[in-house]
C-alpha cells in the first residue's frame, strides 16, 4: 500500500470595503429654510400685516435622511415682552430626502412687533428637536 500525500491549500481572500459615513447629528435630520408670511393662496406679504388679517406662517422643511421620518411642525409666536400669545402645529411624515411646505394660520388680533419661532420636532410627546428653529419677526399695524 502506497500512501498518498495530501497537500492542502487553503486561501483566504478578505475583502475590506470602505464606505463614506455621513452621521448625521440630531439637529441636522430635518432642515428648516426660506421662512416667509402667506396669505391663504401662497402669496408672500412681507413681514407688515395688518390687525385681523388672516396670514400663514411658511417654511420649507428637508427631510436630510435617507429613511422616513415623523414629524411636528410647531409655530409660537410672542409679543413684544416676549409672552407667547398663540401656539399652533400640524403633524405628518416626510419621506427620505423629501422637501414640504407646511404653513400653519394665525390672526392677529392687536398691534405690536411679534416673533413666530418655527421648529421642527419628532413629536409632541417626544419632543426631540429634528433641527434647530427659526425665527420670523412680524410687524402688525
Do not use: C
Not at 440630531?26 to 428648516?32: A, D, F, K
Not at 429613511?67 to 409655530?75: A, E, R
Not at 413629536?123 to 420670523?136: C, D, K, M, Q, V
Amino acid at each position: 500500500m502506497s500512501s498518498n500525500s495530501f497537500t492542502i491549500f487553503l486561501i483566504l481572500i478578505i475583502t475590506v470595503s470602505f464606505f463614506p459615513v455621513f452621521a448625521l447629528t440630531e439637529l441636522e435630520r430635518v432642515s428648516i429654510a426660506d421662512p416667509i408670511l402667506v396669505n391663504a393662496f401662497g402669496i408672500p406679504l412681507g413681514n407688515n400685516v395688518n390687525v385681523d388679517q388672516q396670514i400663514q406662517i411658511s417654511a420649507d422643511i428637508t427631510n436630510n435622511q435617507k429613511i422616513s421620518q415623523t414629524f411636528i411642525y410647531l409655530v409660537q409666536i410672542k409679543d413684544e415682552e416676549n409672552f407667547v400669545v398663540s401656539v399652533g402645529w400640524i403633524s405628518g411624515q416626510l419621506t427620505p430626502n423629501q422637501k414640504l411646505n407646511p404653513s400653519l394660520s394665525w390672526t392677529p388680533t392687536q398691534l405690536g412687533e411679534f416673533t413666530a419661532e418655527i421648529f421642527v420636532w419628532e413629536g409632541l410627546r417626544n419632543h426631540n428637536a429634528l433641527s434647530e428653529n427659526t425665527l420670523l419677526q412680524i410687524s402688525v399695524s
